[in-house]
């Protein structure tokens, strides 16, 4: 199956009142344990890549080069999107030429009238397209590859005024962080998410830093209208865990236990199964 833009997939997860899971790529190991899982599972998929990922994986070109060819190669059925993730203006422009499905811009930085600007110029362009378009009002906190935000909670007409632009999915700082929350985080501010539900109705409303949200939170979040929710740092987490249990035991030492096929292997696996628990916890199983 060809890549899809986000569009069908996130109008069915608003209306089915589940959410789908964007994972974001570092590299083949980790592209390849994403779409066997969504596979496995019968899920469909968003793999998210951040401009600092991008120019890891060379480019991307190279990205749509291999997720393009591990769809076809693995047999994948289920819709996959690849999407920009934190997107400037420029990245935004250049995933778009490269053939990614999707993208993200996000403008939160910006005063709200240079955010709706780029946004509509960027809508346009999606449109005529065919891509999907994620924006972002407020700003999600703590950093993610250099994207640094200070997580201010969303302006209910702000995202309005965004939404209306026709964006195909909408991040709204709801007090989410990317990376590990704080012990003294005081959790997702519902409130801000209901008036902004409110405010922008069939919306997909969309939940960054999916790492280390309590289940109970999430299922909250996905009741209150968000349809697509961001998970990066918790693969990398289990990843790097099972990648240095499998040095720590000498593994690496027993026969050719230092072949990157095997090194990688643990790590991928636990990939996996992060990628499993979410898309259960998300409601997306069997949804493709
Ligand atoms: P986490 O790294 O906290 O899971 O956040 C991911 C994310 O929001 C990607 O944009």
Known sequence: MALVNAKEMLTKAKAGHYAVGQFNINNLEWTKAILLTAEELKSPVILGVSEGAGKYMCGYKTVVGMVTAMIEELGITVPVALHLDHGSYEGAKKCIEAGFSSIMFDGSHYPIEENIEKTKELVGICNELGLSIEAEVG???????????????????????????????????????????????PGLSFETLEK?????????????????????????????????????????????????????????????????????????????????????????????
């Open 196 to 288: 902004i539900q409110e405010k922008t109705g069939e919306m997909p409303l969309v939940l960054h830093g999916g790492t280390g949200i309590p289940d109970d939170m999430i299922k909250k979040a996905i009741a209150l209208g968000v349809s697509k929710i961001n998970v990066n740092t918790e693969c990398q987490l289990v990843f790097a865990e099972a990648t240095r249990k499998y040095i720590e035991a000498g593994k690496d030492k027993q026969g050719k236990g230092f072949d990157p096929r095997k090194l990688l292997a643990p790590g991928t696996e636990a990939i996996k199964a992060k990628v499993k628990e979410k898309m259960e916890i998300f409601g997306s199983v069997g949804k493709a």
């Open 139 to 185: 700003s999600i906190g703590g950093e993610e590859d250099g994207v640094i935000g200070m997580g201010e909670c969303a302006d209910p007409e702000e995202c309005k005024m965004i939404a209306d632009l026709g964006v195909t999915m909408l991040a709204a700082g709801i007090g989410n962080i990317h990376g590990v929350y704080p012990e003294n985080w």
